[in-house]
């Protein structure tokens, strides 16, 4: 937690724990609007807050060992597009890699 710059909080970190905490709040993951009456505005006008917010699983000492065969995997190049610059269609700079079984 970390207080405002002129009243307030600035940033909030709260762990919530439960059965499916993670999926059930997955869907409030992204940017959220606030419309409120300011008690900092003398004109009583209606303000408007945003806040981001992240949804992200506590894994703890999870050490998992994968054994994932080099022929399993298909290695994609591929060229930037998108506005102009001395490397595009020269520098091969996107790169994907697939697992073939999955």
């Known amino acids: 937690r970390s207080e405002g710059e002129e009243a307030g909080l600035k940033s909030v970190e709260l762990v919530v724990e439960g059965v499916r905490a993670f999926g059930l709040l997955q869907g409030e993951k992204g940017t959220h609007r606030l419309v409120r009456n300011s008690p900092f505005n003398s004109k009583g006008l209606r303000q408007t807050s945003f806040a981001g917010v992240e949804i ?27 506005a102009g610059g001395q490397n595009v269609n ?13």
């Open 56 to 82: 992200t699983p506590i894994l703890g000492d999870l050490q998992v060992e994968l054994d994932i065969k080099e022929s399993d995997l298909q290695l994609q190049f591929m060229r930037c597009s998108g």
């Open 90 to 102: 020269k520098v091969e700079s996107g790169v994907r890699i697939t697992h073939l079984p999955t």
